[in-house]
């Protein structure tokens, strides 16, 4: 069920003043009338609002998560789970690194965007044991497309930081950019600190990391390399496959993985589902602090586990739902 709203974050309410019910009898039946003021009284919607799912989804035991469905308008709000105090998300962090820097460089028609020189310390973190990378070479230029592959394919936290210093001068500079557009955003409970993720300082939630989510799907070129099962490394055949295998589900059409001790698994889905007309739209899901203080092998089975179950659950409801006549089919 949804989770319930910070007492903080409630609107101010005041004293219900009861006001006769004026009618005319060739408008609205007085039964018709009585239901309506029985909502509004009880604080209800007026009948025919339209409704999330009556049945539960399938939220998960721990930790909190969020989805929506685009081109639903309020119907396609499914709630939230869990807590909404920030928790580590990891690796998802780079959802945000990859929209600063697509913001800030566009890469448009498919084209592959400016070449970026590797410096030294992108190389020498390459080799890296303690943390997940990809081999880069000192003095080699890649295009910034190719560079979004290899951070949000296989994760690379060096090619996460080299792209920060390369759009900001340097990692800090960068991060505070990141923070200003989580603001913008109104991701009000998100606090980055790195832009890898590596760092646990680097904290957000369910709800917050949604919101990122819708924005950033209606970038082309990003929806294109989330979608990617695999890549390959610099220079070599070697196939660096995605670790998001949540794309093997039929629909599923990204995002991004994010694992460690502190954060667990967490995980940002987006699947394509066709309604009762065979529309197509996009439903979204953040899943964050899955088994948390494990290994982060088993928080990624957990996360995985219950993404999918989720993304089941939308699309049976979907299957059953008839899409309103004036509705919008998808992001942009």
């Known amino acids: 069920m949804p989770s319930t709203p910070d007492p903080a974050l409630r609107p101010r309410t005041r004293p219900l003043r009861r006001r006769p019910l004026l009618f005319s009898t060739g408008t609205l039946s007085l039964a018709a009338l009585l239901t309506l003021g029985a909502a509004v009284l009880d604080g209800g919607d007026p009948p025919g609002t339209p409704q999330a799912p009556s049945w539960k989804l399938p939220w998960p035991e721990e930790g909190q998560a969020a989805v929506r469905i685009d081109g639903l308008g309020d119907r396609g709000d499914l709630g939230s789970h869990g807590s909404r105090t920030p928790v580590p998300i990891a690796s998802v962090t780079k959802v945000m690194t990859a929209y600063v820097i697509l913001r800030d460089h566009p890469l448009r028609d498919g084209t592959p965007g400016p070449r970026i020189t590797v410096d030294p310390q992108a190389a020498d973190e390459s080799v890296s044991g303690v943390e997940s990378t990809v081999p880069l070479e000192r003095g080699e230029r890649l295009s910034e497309r190719r560079l979004l592959e290899l951070m949000l394919v296989p994760s690379g936290n060096n090619v996460a930081r080299l792209l920060a210093r390369w759009d900001a001068g340097s990692e800090e500079a960068f991060v505070t950019k990141m923070n200003r557009a989580a603001d913008a955003l109104g991701m009000r409970r998100t606090t980055y600190t790195g832009a890898s993720g590596l760092e646990p300082t680097t904290t957000s939630t369910a709800a917050d990391q ?123």
């Open 210 to 332: 949604l919101r990122l989510a819708r924005q950033v799907m209606r970038d082309k070129a990003f929806r294109s390399v989330v979608a990617q099962p695999r890549t390959t490394a610099p220079g070599s055949p070697r196939t660096l496959p995605n670790t998001n295998t949540l794309l093997e589900t039929t629909g599923v059409i990204g995002v991004k993985t994010g694992s460690s001790t502190p954060a667990g698994g967490a995980l940002m889905w987006a699947v394509t589902v066709p309604d009762r007309r065979g529309r197509e739209h996009l439903a979204l899901g953040v899943v964050l602090h899955q088994r948390a203080g494990t290994s982060p092998q088993e928080g990624l089975r957990a996360v995985f586990d219950h993404s999918r179950a989720l993304v089941e659950a939308v699309r049976h409801w979907m299957s059953r739902t008839e899409p309103a006549a004036d509705h919008a089919t998808g992001s942009r």
